[in-house]
């Protein structure tokens, strides 16, 4: 689940690094770009969320009819969704221009973006085949897929960025288009396995339109929003921090998007910690053994702080060498070791309040969790951040700080909310 999670974020990161080799305004507007997307992203992650919890309650339970109606329900809703949020961000995304951002990266941004909005139709296609199976505790396949689907954006990136095998130079736009197919193959690739895989003939019955049901959808719909608000609260201020910092100039926001690259993605693999927890205690609260609650559930927690410990310090000892991998900016290399090394201390806050929100949502309780991280992020951390890196002078650094103090108190407030329904 860790290398499954850890795929949708290694196309932002493939992305950069390429966008980087072609020069600092192209990685900038992949910087903006990815941070606006963000949004869009998590908000349709955060909707299909909800069929795990359900579906690993229902196997508890040995519920196979709720289980296919959660299959079927799931995946339309998912599809809508994504159809939705295309045409809504679509339309939505001239409005960048007005960010206050350098024209020349907001130039490259906008078709970049554009294309990456019309992903989300075949991901959260994808997501819905995934979140069910992964639901039934069968989590091999959707890492597989995600592996290769990230193989080859690799490789049609190389060939569309630079020009490669007949094909004409499309630079940053080309890795939007490679997104855009690698994702699609990810949906077509998941459906199959589970229309087809003989542990679900069982459930295919129900694949029909009399089985389609508003109420399904919207149980589905009312668990999965508080996910994607808090997800939205938490990723938001994220990209509102690049937003600030890309007042600062170029340079700046390149450096960010370097540092962000980084903390997204062991954040991506502490998230797979999370999903399992969100798995595991949701099946075995369904099946009622809260002892075995108990122990999952701080297991979970205890793992995903020590994960990122030791993510921090690969950070800190390779701060001077990973943005060597992105640009070739001397500028922007210095200025992303110093925010490597805020992203690093932050590392163990980011794990336990990862996890401990996994946790919860296996509890079936979202609505809390996502009110904590609007005041976390949106009433301490952005704040804090833009009075250090305006009014104290400290620039990119000061809003890191600021994202760090966020990031702490969410980890505690979620710890003890945990600890409300599970006691040590």
Do not use: C
């Not at 994808?126 to 396949?141: P, V």
């Not at 969100?278 to 702080?305: E, F, N, Q």
């Not at 020590?306 to 921090?312: I, R």
């Not at 800190?316 to 690093?344: G, H, R, T």
């Amino acid at each position: 689940m860790v290398l499954s999670q850890l795929g949708h974020i290694l196309v932002s990161v493939a992305d950069s690094i390429m966008a980087g080799r072609i020069g600092t305004p192209q990685l900038a507007a992949a910087s903006l770009g990815n941070s606006i997307f963000t949004i869009v992203l998590v908000f349709g992650l955060g909707i299909s969320f909800s069929i795990t919890p359900m579906v690993a309650r229902a196997d508890g339970r040995k519920n196979h009819t709720r289980i296919a109606l959660i299959l079927l329900n799931g995946v339309v809703l998912n599809t809508l969704i994504g159809v939705l949020l295309f045409l809504l961000f679509y339309g939505l995304s001239p409005l960048i221009r007005h960010l206050d951002q350098p024209e020349h990266v907001v130039k490259l941004a906008i078709p970049y973006v554009n294309v990456l909005f019309l992903s989300m139709v075949p991901l959260m296609v994808f997501q819905a085949f995934k979140q069910f199976a992964e639901g039934l505790s069968l989590t091999k396949e959707s890492m597989y897929i995600s592996i290769f689907a990230n193989v080859f954006n690799v490789g049609l990136n190389y060939v569309l960025i630079f020009g490669k095998l007949g094909f004409p130079a499309m630079g940053l736009i080309g890795a939007a288009w490679s997104t855009l197919v690698s994702r699609i193959l990810m949906a077509v690739l998941m459906g199959g396995f589970v229309i087809f895989f003989p542990r679900f003939k069982r459930y295919r019955n129900y694949l029909k339109k009399q089985s389609l049901s508003w109420a399904h959808m919207y149980r589905m719909f009312k668990i999965g929003m508080p996910i994607s608000l808090q997800m939205i609260f938490e990723m938001g201020a994220f990209s509102f921090s690049a937003i600030m910092i890309g007042w600062l100039g170029a340079t700046d926001l390149a450096a960010h998007q370097i540092a962000l690259n980084v903390a997204s993605v062991t954040y991506m693999m502490a998230s797979g910690i999370s999903a399992a927890a969100t798995i595991r205690v949701g099946k075995l609260r369904g099946s009622g053994d809260l002892v075995a609650v108990h122990i999952a559930g701080y297991s979970s927690l205890v793992m995903g702080a020590l994960f990122m410990a030791g993510s921090a310090l690969v950070i800190i000892l390779a701060k001077d060498l990973i943005p060597l991998i992105y640009v070739e900016d001397p500028a922007v290399q210095a200025l992303a070791a110093q925010l490597l090394v805020i992203a690093a201390i932050f590392q163990l806050s980011d794990g336990v309040q990862v996890v401990g929100l996994g946790a919860l949502r296996g509890l079936e309780d979202v609505k809390v969790p996502s009110m904590i991280s609007l005041f976390s992020y949106w009433f301490l951390a952005l704040p804090i951040g833009y009075t250090l890196g305006f009014w104290a002078g400290l620039g990119a650094t000061g809003v890191w700080l600021g994202l760090f103090t966020g990031l702490t108190v969410a980890a505690l407030l979620l710890f003890f909310r945990f600890r409300k329904f599970v006691p040590a």
